[in-house]
């Protein structure tokens, strides 16, 4: 099962930590705009060249030491087919170096525009991306969610649905109230209801829930009501959750949770941090820094709460 290959991953790099490839153009080291772009700027052949580098560059120096990447579909999307073509090859790279793939793509629909998504996500054809879990947007209800649950026991994956999400605007629609409880509770007990029944050895469900790192009380909730739900963290660094709040995202057991780092991580270069020891030609090794003091501070808060899985 997803989950059960997931901890094993974990436990045996002892990181929580994934990183999330969000390679928007800012943060893409100058020398490889003008390796690939020069004065040309707009090309798109050498746009996405530039984006599989950068991405690939940035995989070679993390995938000993991280149990998966997220990429963000959004900012290889924004480039068309060959934009789709550089993430599928960034998939398949990682794949390669043994890395878990959670495509990052908040799809949402029903019937047999839902069985398209999952078929493409999840397939393992030449033309499909097959990667190993994607998000999942729930406000269309159980028939949005169930062709991937489906997909998910014919080909071994795993879906993590949006339940309490990071952004600060989340409140308007996700902590209102209906029938005494907040939306994101109602979300959260359609999460029991699909996972129950797929429940893995390690006593994980593959399906998982999306709880945001900034919001530190919901997310300890949470994790009291979805003892069985593994919780992808949105929201580590740029966006202002911090290691000390996330030890309630977690279970006794020391699991359930990932803790995902984007900008963080791949633009650790270009952080006050960092900069003065790594500069754009090192941005790979200053994102493997930034991953290992991750990992050492969101341990260090897990064994200080007696969490620590190992």
């Known amino acids: 099962m997803f989950t059960d290959k997931l901890i094993d991953r974990i436990i045996s ?44 560059h940035i995989i070679d120096n993390v995938y000993d030491i991280v149990p998966a990447i997220k990429p963000q579909i959004a900012f290889f999307e924004k480039y068309g087919s060959k934009g789709l073509k550089a993430l599928e090859e960034v998939c398949r790279y990682a794949k390669k170096k043994e890395l878990m793939v959670i495509a990052d793509i908040k799809r949402g629909d029903i019937g047999s525009t839902c069985e398209a998504y999952a078929e493409y996500y999840f397939g393992n054809d030449e033309w499909s991306l097959d990667c190993d879990a994607v998000t999942v947007n729930p406000y269309m209800g159980s028939d949005s969610i169930i062709p991937f649950i489906d997909k998910c026991l014919e080909q071994d994956k795993g879906i993590f649905i949006l339940v309490k999400t990071s952004n600060k605007s989340s409140i308007e629609i996700q902590d209102l109230i209906c029938e005494g409880k ?40 949470l994790r009291k009501r979805l003892k069985n739900c593994y919780f992808l963290v949105p929201g580590y660094g740029a966006q202002g959750a911090v290691a000390s709040d996330l030890s309630g995202y977690f279970n006794q057991d020391g699991l359930g949770a990932i803790i ?51």
């Not at 100058?30 to 690939?56: A, H, Q, S, V």
């Not at 991953?291 to 969490?307: A, H, P, Q, S, T």
Request: negative net charge; charged residues 25%; contains cysteine.
């Open 13 to 56: 790099l002892r990181n929580h930590c994934i990183v999330g490839i969000d390679p928007s153009y800012n943060i893409i080291p100058d020398f490889l705009k003008e390796k690939y772009l020069g004065r040309n700027d707009g090309n798109i052949d050498d746009l996405t060249e530039m984006l599989y580098e950068f991405c690939i």
């Open 182 to 221: 907040k939306v994101y509770e109602h979300v959260a007990d359609l999460v029991i209801n699909l996972g129950k029944d797929y429940v893995g050895q390690r006593g994980y469900s593959f399906v998982g829930a999306v709880v945001g790192g900034t919001f530190k009380e919901e997310g300890e909730n």
């Open 260 to 310: 995902n780092s984007s900008r963080g991580i791949i633009g650790a270069y270009q952080l006050e941090k960092y900069r003065y020891d790594f500069d754009q030609m090192s941005y790979g090794a200053a994102a493997r820094k930034a991953v290992l003091d991750m990992r050492d501070e969101i341990n260090m808060y897990l064994e200080l709460n007696g969490k620590l899985a190992w």
